[in-house]
């Protein structure tokens, strides 16, 4: 776990992390924005989509005049590679508590046209503003000590090996939800797991938008193998987390007509629900 | 109940009933559309946000090359009022089985300038072509039948008697989440209700945007009034829902930060779980 693996010294901070690089972005103009997507955060071809949807947060935290995002629902319409890409962004309306925004991140064909990837509106707010009041039925949820936790480094690799992500990730499966790993998945839509970054970097919102869509697909627990594309995720940041790993809990309830959703729920080191998510997501039934 | 209350020959059809002609557009030039927002779906003096985005998915079911809305995400920006609205449709990807495509709603202040009210970001399928496998663990809402549940009709309205909105429905709250009607909240955010349209039309893919948002909120249930506006709604189609009244249960686990959200699930009589939606919403604590 981040605390055991690094000293303070070694442990990269917010701001200045592989994940902080990955997401910058060059100003072209106002508005729009440059960026080489990197090959660090490929699941085997595919980029990440919660890399690509911090790409897109950053962009319309630069743009907006509110820094974090509250709600950021975002349609994914083709496969981003890594490489060059462009982020344009639309002040939709700038209020006194909260901005929304639309964003659009395009990547280039053969002929250098560009291709639309996915498309985001967000309403963005101050975190550091909110009342702390709350009134919560939630409980976070049961997961072993992540030293009893698995990721891909503790043998036959349960996450995709060839995935380059998974050397960003500090990610430690609760062994219950790890049954697809070893051919006998639970049949349960559960995927739990400790999630930081592996170069010890403290999350904040912008990563909040990767940790709701890092997990394995609770797919693979449903018994079903092979890609699970996302077709629209909407993320709602709830506060700002507190230092040390997160807890990640993921849900299936409703597999039909080959449509999945999937909900995240995300609660940090303090023991309060960061940020809840629901993706609509394809499964190709074998 | 509709079965009861209406003879087949008085019942209104879907194509042809109160919701379809306040929801019916007419179309300016391509992508396009102006429509008078009827005052008959208001809440106090508000137009009910359901309503709004039934609209929106109207547009969007016209400018797209697929007809139901699968995954509809709406900002809301600004109060809409009844009146002269036009909306504004983009077509973002046409694909072979989805079509994404962007809407947005302005009204007109004092000198005739068009104001944002709300924008939207929907894919669109064709839920008949989907293949009818169903893995689900979800479970159709507690509630008791129709005749023992109450709407504002049987007595000291537990929903607002102000609120035309009412006139146009079909709602039954489930006993057990009329605490707050009565002065006794339970505390719990659950809100429970049977949903139909008051001419005995049957619902659609187009009005389950409308079931998602119309039952009282649940921060009501927690024990606090007034208003809560939607920051944001995001809504799945799952099927096309069956003849018959619906059933709509809304949770709300994590009040803070003067936000809370709301999942709602839509139950049809073949107890077939036909939409999700989430919602952010603010609110003002008492």
Known sequence: MPEAAFAAADRAVIGDSEFDRDTALTRREP???DIDLSAGWTIISA????YLLAVLGRALADALPH???FTVSAHYLTAS?????VVRTDVVRSGRSLST???SLFQYDEDGTEVERIRVLASYGDLD????DVRTSAKPPAIPPIEQCFGPEDGPAPVSGSSAITERLMLKLDPATLGWALGQPSGRGEMRAWF???DGRDADPLSLLLAVDALPPT???LGLSGWVPTVELTVHVRCRPAPGPLRVAITTRNLAGGFLEEDAEVWDSADRLVAQSRQLARVRLR
């Open 67 to 69: 820094a974090d995002p």
């Open 196 to 198: 930081g970054l592996a």
């Open 31 to 33: 508005g729009v924005y």
């Open 47 to 50: 980029v990440n989509g919660g």
């Open 219 to 221: 797919a693979f627990e």
């Open 101 to 103: 925004g639309q964003a």
């Open 129 to 132: 503003t909110l009342p702390d």
């Open 81 to 85: 590679q890594p490489g060059p890409a």
